[in-house]
Every structure is written in C-alpha cells, then in structure tokens.
C-alpha cells in the first residue's frame, strides 16, 4: 500500500526559507512521478512543483524560488521553498502517479495529509 507522509511546514517570515519532505513507502520512488500541490481555505488545489527522473517541473508563481528533489535511497522527496511569500501560506501536500507527471491535481492517485505552511507579512 502507498502511503505518503509529509513533514516540515511551519509558520515563518515573509522572505525566509523552509524545507518539506516526504517519506513515501510501499512502492518504487523512481518509477513515480512525484510533487507537491498546495490548498489555500477558500481555494482550489494547485500544482507546485513536480519530479520524475531528471524532469522538474514547476508553477509560474514559485519558478526560481522553490526547488523539488529526492533521495530514492531514501524514498524521500523534498521541497525547499526561499525567498518565502505571504502568498505561498496553504496546506501542502505530497503526491505520487505511476502514468504521467504534470502539475494536475486529477492525474495523481496517491496523496498525503499534509503539512501547514503559513508565511506572514
């Protein structure tokens, strides 16, 4: 069974940095497409950034600010968010899809709880 946990959110300044992670267990990390979505209240779910092998991909709105990455060793995907706005303040989640990767909330099977990101001003 898949199951993936996210760790890492906290409240912080506007302009400073955090790093998620998620620890994915009972499949194969990098034959999955991998990301992180967001969820303001009041919002729908969106697409921040996803990874699969050597492919990144990321939204308009976080480009040059967020980096994803992961260590299959480990079966853990990371997030590391600078240069922090007010704006990126929504619950973030980790998700996995073993038939495409895109930044589309629908195409992903396998999703975590998530984790609070709140930024103030």
């Known amino acids: 069974q898949v199951r993936l946990v996210e760790s890492g959110g906290d409240s912080v300044q506007a302009g400073g940095s955090l790093r998620l992670s998620c620890t994915a267990s009972?499949?194969?990390?990098?034959?999955?497409?991998m990301a992180w979505f967001r969820q303001a209240p009041g919002k729908e779910r969106e697409g921040v950034a996803a990874?699969?092998?050597?492919?990144?991909y990321y939204a308009d709105s976080v480009k040059g600010r967020f980096t994803i990455s992961q260590d299959n060793a480990k079966n853990t995907l990371f997030l590391q968010m600078n240069s922090l706005k007010p704006e990126d303040t929504a619950m973030y989640y980790c998700?996995?899809?073993?038939?495409?990767?895109?930044?589309?909330?629908?195409?992903?099977?396998?999703w975590g709880q998530g984790t609070q990101v709140t930024v103030s001003s």
């Open positions: 990874i699969y092998t050597d492919s990144t």
């Open positions: 009972g499949y194969t990390q990098r034959t999955y497409c």
């Open positions: 998700a996995a899809d073993n038939v495409r990767c895109s930044l589309v909330a629908a195409n992903f099977d396998y």
